[in-house]
Structures are given as C-alpha cells and as structure tokens.
C-alpha cells in the first residue's frame, strides 16, 4: 500500500517534472540541498513506517522544514563565504545511510524467517523522520 | 485509516521530490556542467590527450610526407645540372620563407611577468603584453633580423601575435611567460637597437618586468611547424 503510493508518486511527479520549466543555473545549489534533505526525510518517514512509530506531524514537518532551513544555511554559508551546505550534506546523507539500513535490517528479518518480526527491528540510530 | 493518510502523505512528497529531482536534472544537464569537479576535469584531460594523439600522428605523417618529398626531389636533380641550381635556389627560399631550421649568431631577449614585489599598484602594469612582444618583434626586424622565433614559434609571413584573453598567440599556438624571442642577424645592430636610451626593453622594465637581452653566438631557430597555404595568391603577368 505505501510503497504502490511512493511508486505512484514517483511517476507522476518524473512525469510533470519532466515537462517543468528549468529553473536558473544559480539556484540550482538550493535546489540540490533541498532535494537532499527531502530524499533524508522521505527515507526517514519509511523506516519509521517499517517501525511502527510513524507520526504524520513531525514528517510532514520534517520533510519542508528541513528543506527550507538548509536552503537557508546555505545561503547563510554563500554570504559568509563558508562551505555549510557540506555540513548539511554530511548529517543528511549519513541519516540516509542509517534509515536504508533499518529498511534493509527489516526486510532481511522478514524474507529469512519468513515472518516479521516488527520489534526486533535494530538500527544504530532510531531517527524519526 | 491511519495507513491510508500516510501512504497518501508519503505519496504527495515522494511527487513533491521526484518533480524537485527532475528538474534539478535537467537544470544541471542544459547547464552542460557535472557536479563533480574532478569528473570534468578527467573528461578534459581525456579529451586533451586524444587532441594531442590526433596532433602528433598528423605531424608525424607530415614529417613523413616532407622527407618523402625531399627524396623525390633528389632524385629528380641527381642526374641534371641545371636542375642543381634550381635545387639551391629552392632550398634557400625555404630557408628564407622559414621552412627549414637555420642558424646564426644573433640575440636573446627574455620577457617575463614581474614579481610580486613590482612598484606598480596597477595588475595590468605587471605583466608582459602582446604589444610588448609585438614591439620588441619589430624592434628587431627594423634592425635588420633575418629570422625570428618566440617560445619556439617562428615568425614566417603569415604569422600573428594576438592577444586572447590571458594567453597570447603567435602562429595559432598559445604561449606564455617568461618569452624567449631569439632572432638572427647583426649581433651588434640587434643589441644595440634594443639597448639604446629609451629602448622598448627599457619601457617594459619600468614596472618591474624582466627584459633582458643577450648576445648568442650561435643561435638555432626551428622551422615553421604549421603549413604554408597560398590559395588565392597569383603572380600578375
């Protein structure tokens, strides 16, 4: 059910954002931070699906929030001349690689014993969203 | 229906971030340029090397090409007198027109940027220009030199020193600082036209550049490295 959603999603959204407007070459910086820390956001909220500790407010929260604030750490970085958006890129990407290895700890448990055993579900890290 | 509200919240971001995704793609791909910096410098290299290749196959093949054509015409003269002088002639026109290596005593001038410690404020004051070179070119010519070479580019009929940006070009290739304009002829007239009061070497040392010039006994100068191509030029009977 979720994941026909996110596959449903994904295709419409490719489908229209193959016909948006290209948008200039300066914010296209913002653009990437933005979309990682999305991409963080999204993964996030499926492991915590997978976890059972799902809580709509702090994704939906989480998913525009972070966004808007590591544009804005961004640009804070372009006017200090310091490099921040590698910082953000770092914590993003580094939850990113936690998040995947729950989703993975929890599909491996479920195929190899063929039946799911939600609370043993372990990750280094049990980031919500 | 608690699953259904986050599959449908899943869904709305998972557009939201696949329309941010695309077109991000397509901004960096019109914007023709890859995220990692060092890709593209790999990419440039790549390219440079196989230019290069192309480069060093075309000129051997020309090489090969003029040794052929040197032997053809050998042959052609051995058993002719006349032809002999014909040969001379010819060989000491392409001396003249810059197709063969020559020798002779003559001059070396050195220009290079000034250092750091230059007395000008102004950047533009520091550094060698192409009307520097151009200057000194002439300088040398109306002196009488007979054969003139920069960085290893001869100066033949055709040739040109533009400015392009922070690169200059003589003959289509790029050189840079320090220059090394070497030139043949009267030692003496060559050295003294350009260590005269007053001289060009004099105005572009003002600023701190280095201009020197040398005395060499005996100076070799390489051949034009591109090809002479007359297409229009007719002799008027």
Redesign the interface.
Known sequence: ??F???I???????L???N??????SY?GY??I??IA??D??FG??SA?LNKN?D?KI??TG?FGNAILSILLTYLGQKLNVDIYLAAIVVFVGRMFNNLAIIRRYYIEKFSKNKPKDDKVEGNNTEKN | MKKKQIAITLGIMCFLLTIALCVQIKTMNSANSTVSQSLADNELRDEVLRMKEKYDNAYRDLANAQKELEKVRQEATQNDSTAEAKEQALRENNMILGRTDVQGEGVEVILEDAASTSSSLNASDQIIHFSDIQLVVNELANAGAEAIEINGQRLVNTSSITCEGNIIRINGERIGTPFYIRAIGSQSRLYGALTRAGSILDAIAYYGNRAEVTKVDNIVISRYSGTLNYEYLKEDK
């Open positions: 059910m979720i026909i959603a996110i449903l999603g994904c295709v419409i959204g490719a229209i954002g193959v948006m407007p290209m948008i200039s070459y296209s653009l990437a933005a979309i999305a991409l956001s999204v909220g499926i699906t799902f709509l994704f939906v998913f």
